[in-house]
């Protein structure tokens, strides 16, 4: 695919078949030529656990690869991509331990689903956790791999390792933030949307971008380019999360909506509606927010709060703010025309979905 015919939201989607071939066809020749003792079977569950997920990063890889005028075969593009996927994997698998979630893509997360299978019932969980924590460390490893295998220049692979080591620190960092203010309902908005920038605006758009834009040995003014829309769009595709966490529908979303509300996760959404509340529904988010028995019901009662304080609304004025300055950076960014068109439609996609 050339990046003149790089040009609509279906293009972006193009290279995902050769994505999902690769990572298939890596996995099982890793699960046929095992040399240790279950590690074959690890590497048909990692398998199997990528089936279903949207690819959001490694196609912005591909993206990024076109922005910065790259010319010939994309195989390499394809390649380091699904290094970012099988790397995304790690955080995935890893993110559902410390969350404790019950299911991801609509099917039982790793650790629900390897203490499933463990004999002892009072050993299940932690083997389950502790299983959990290697499959996600395997799935680093194949990435490291994947990434160290991709044909490039050299001076092209220090700029493709410096943006990945910058989009993993950074991924880190904005998880132990989101630890430390997990259950704390009085942080500012400020310090919530720190962590969605470094949780998720970085590392799903920005850092992705660059890497491929570094692939192709993109000059600064590309990588700039990659900041200036890819932040503001990470930004707002976590806001939107945010809000589908609370108020989407389950089955589409492949999760339970009370997750956030049980872990007591304080996001935009939380922190808007406790500052325009009355003190008596401040006080009943307060008793609801964290509580890990939390029902339909009260969950019901916590989305009534949120939209009446106006606090839905706010985070979709956010959103709809990042967006703009998203297409705007669009408007001046040193890419092809093709590229633009892409992007534009993927910023559309990213704030107007319902899953």
Same mark, same amino acid.
Not at 277 to 302: F, K, N, S, T
């Given at each position: 695919?050339?990046?003149?015919?790089?040009?609509?939201?279906?293009?972006f989607f193009a290279?995902?078949?050769?994505? /999902?071939?690769?990572?298939?066809? &890596?996995?099982?020749?890793?699960?046929?030529?095992?040399?240790?003792?279950?590690?074959?079977?690890?590497?048909?569950?990692?398998?199997? &656990?990528?089936?279903?997920?949207?690819?959001?990063?490694?196609?912005?890889?591909?993206?990024?690869?076109? !922005?910065?005028?790259?010319?010939?075969?994309?195989?390499?593009?394809?390649? %380091?991509?699904?290094?970012? $996927?099988?790397?995304?994997?790690?955080?995935?698998?890893?993110?559902?331990?410390?969350?404790?979630?019950?299911?991801?893509?609509?099917?039982?997360?790793?650790?629900?689903?390897?203490?499933?299978?463990?004999?002892?019932?009072?050993?299940?969980?932690?083997?389950?956790?502790?299983? !959990?924590?290697? #499959?996600? /460390?395997?799935?680093?490893?194949?990435? /490291?791999?994947l990434l160290h295998?991709?044909?490039?220049?050299?001076?092209?692979?220090?700029? +493709?390792?410096?943006?990945?080591?910058?989009?993993?620190?950074?991924?880190? !960092?904005?998880?132990? %933030?989101?630890?430390?203010?997990?259950?704390?309902?009085?942080?500012? #908005?400020?310090?919530?949307?720190?962590? +969605?920038?470094?949780?998720?605006?970085?590392?799903?758009? $920005?850092?992705?971008?660059? +890497?491929?834009?570094?692939?192709?040995?993109?000059?600064?003014?590309?990588?700039?380019?990659?900041?200036?829309?890819?932040?503001?769009?990470? $930004?707002?595709?976590?806001?939107?999360?945010?809000?589908?966490?609370? &108020?989407?529908?389950?089955?589409?979303?492949?999760?339970?909506?009370?997750?956030?509300?049980?872990?007591?996760?304080?996001?935009?959404?939380? +922190?808007?509606?406790?500052?325009?509340?009355?003190?008596?529904? !401040?006080?009943?988010?307060?008793?609801?927010?964290?509580?890990?028995?939390?029902?339909?019901?009260?969950?019901?009662? #916590?989305?009534?709060?949120?939209?009446?304080?106006? *606090?839905?609304?706010?985070?979709?004025?956010?959103? $709809?703010?990042?967006?703009?300055?998203?297409?705007?950076? %669009?408007?001046?960014?040193? &890419?092809?025309?093709?590229?633009?068109?892409? %992007?534009?439609?993927?910023?559309? *996609?990213?704030?107007?979905?319902?899953?």
């Amino acid at each position: 695919m050339s990046v003149e015919t790089l040009s609509a939201e279906s293009d972006f989607f193009a290279p995902r078949a050769a994505i /999902d071939d690769l990572l298939g066809e &890596f996995l099982t020749q890793k699960a046929h030529s095992a040399s240790v003792p279950g590690q074959s079977a690890l590497a048909l569950l990692l398998r199997d &656990f990528l089936v279903g997920g949207k690819r959001v990063r490694p196609l912005l890889c591909v993206t990024g690869w076109h !922005a910065a005028g790259a010319q010939g075969s994309s195989a390499p593009a394809v390649r %380091l991509a699904a290094s970012i $996927e099988l790397a995304h994997a790690c955080a995935l698998i890893h993110d559902d331990i410390m969350d404790a979630a019950d299911s991801r893509r609509g099917r039982p997360t790793i650790h629900r689903l390897l203490a499933g299978h463990h004999r002892l019932p009072s050993m299940a969980e932690r083997f389950g956790a502790a299983g !959990a924590i290697l #499959v996600g /460390d395997l799935a680093l490893v194949w990435s /490291d791999e994947l990434l160290h295998t991709t044909p490039m220049p050299d001076a092209h692979r220090t700029a +493709v390792l410096r943006c990945v080591d910058l989009a993993r620190a950074e991924l880190i !960092a904005g998880q132990h %933030l989101d630890l430390l203010t997990t259950g704390d309902l009085d942080v500012s #908005v400020e310090t919530a949307l720190t962590v +969605v920038r470094y949780k998720t605006a970085k590392y799903t758009v $920005e850092r992705p971008l660059q +890497v491929g834009a570094a692939l192709a040995g993109g000059g600064q003014p590309v990588m700039d380019a990659c900041s200036a829309y890819g932040v503001p769009l990470g $930004e707002a595709f976590q806001l939107r999360d945010d809000v589908l966490g609370v &108020f989407g529908d389950p089955d589409r979303m492949g999760k339970s909506h009370l997750d956030d509300l049980r872990e007591g996760k304080c996001t935009s959404l939380i +922190v808007h509606a406790l500052r325009a509340a009355g003190p008596a529904e !401040a006080a009943r988010l307060r008793a609801l927010i964290g509580d890990p028995h939390l029902g339909e019901q009260e969950a019901a009662e #916590v989305r009534a709060i949120l939209t009446g304080t106006g *606090a839905r609304a706010a985070v979709e004025h956010m959103i $709809e703010e990042r967006h703009r300055q998203a297409l705007d950076a %669009l408007a001046s960014a040193p &890419f092809p025309h093709g590229v633009v068109r892409t %992007l534009e439609a993927v910023a559309e *996609a990213a704030v107007r979905r319902t899953a």
